[in-house]
């Protein structure tokens, strides 16, 4: 039976080796140096994870901002576990932990998003320190 429960330090392991397994793609999370400043984050944010028989299969990782709403920035379900609701329903656990409280979500996936029901609100952008930023691409349009 899938259960989600709060992130404890234990789980970390478990965590780095789900992270590990979607290759290159989350590689900014696991790869070293990149992993202490996750440890940081992750104690620095509610994470609930999705658990079958023990085994970690899931996870979620989001921030409060101080009753302006809350913010997801990861959720992961491990690739034999897509499909079969982990994913909702850690997205409900988060959403529980926060009543009366707006979610948003930092998708890399909006169709998944858009598939559970969610609205579509705004978008996000990018602004990178000078030194890893290409040139702006002509756009056409004013300079505001």
């Given at each position: 039976?899938?259960?989600?429960?709060?992130?404890?330090?234990?789980?970390?392991?478990?965590?780095?080796?789900?992270?590990?397994?979607?290759?290159?793609?989350?590689?900014?999370?696991?790869?070293?140096?990149?992993?202490?400043?996750?440890?940081?984050?992750?104690?620095?944010?509610?994470?609930?994870?999705?658990?079958?028989?023990?085994?970690?299969?899931?996870?979620?990782?989001?921030?409060?901002?101080?009753?302006?709403?809350?913010?997801?920035?990861?959720?992961?379900?491990?690739?034999?576990?897509?499909?079969?609701?982990?994913?909702?329903?850690?997205?409900?656990?988060?959403?529980?932990?926060?009543?009366?409280?707006?979610?948003?979500?930092?998708?890399?996936?909006?169709?998944y998003y858009e598939k559970l029901g969610?609205?579509?609100?705004?978008?996000?952008?990018?602004?990178?320190?000078?030194?890893?930023?290409?040139?702006?691409?002509?756009?056409?349009?004013?300079?505001?």
């Amino acid at each position: 039976m899938l259960e989600i429960v709060p992130y404890e330090r234990e789980q970390e392991a478990a965590l780095n080796a789900l992270l590990k397994s979607e290759g290159e793609e989350w590689a900014c999370y696991w790869e070293p140096p990149h992993w202490e400043k996750y440890r940081h984050a992750l104690a620095h944010s509610v994470v609930f994870v999705a658990r079958e028989a023990g085994d970690l299969c899931g996870y979620v990782r989001a921030r409060e901002d101080d009753g302006f709403g809350v913010y997801v920035y990861d959720l992961l379900v491990r690739r034999d576990k897509r499909g079969k609701a982990c994913g909702r329903l850690l997205m409900e656990r988060v959403r529980r932990n926060f009543p009366g409280q707006t979610v948003y979500v930092m998708s890399g996936v909006d169709g998944y998003y858009e598939k559970l029901g969610y609205r579509r609100e705004g978008s996000i952008f990018e602004v990178c320190a000078e030194e890893a930023c290409a040139p702006p691409k002509e756009s056409g349009q004013p300079n505001v």
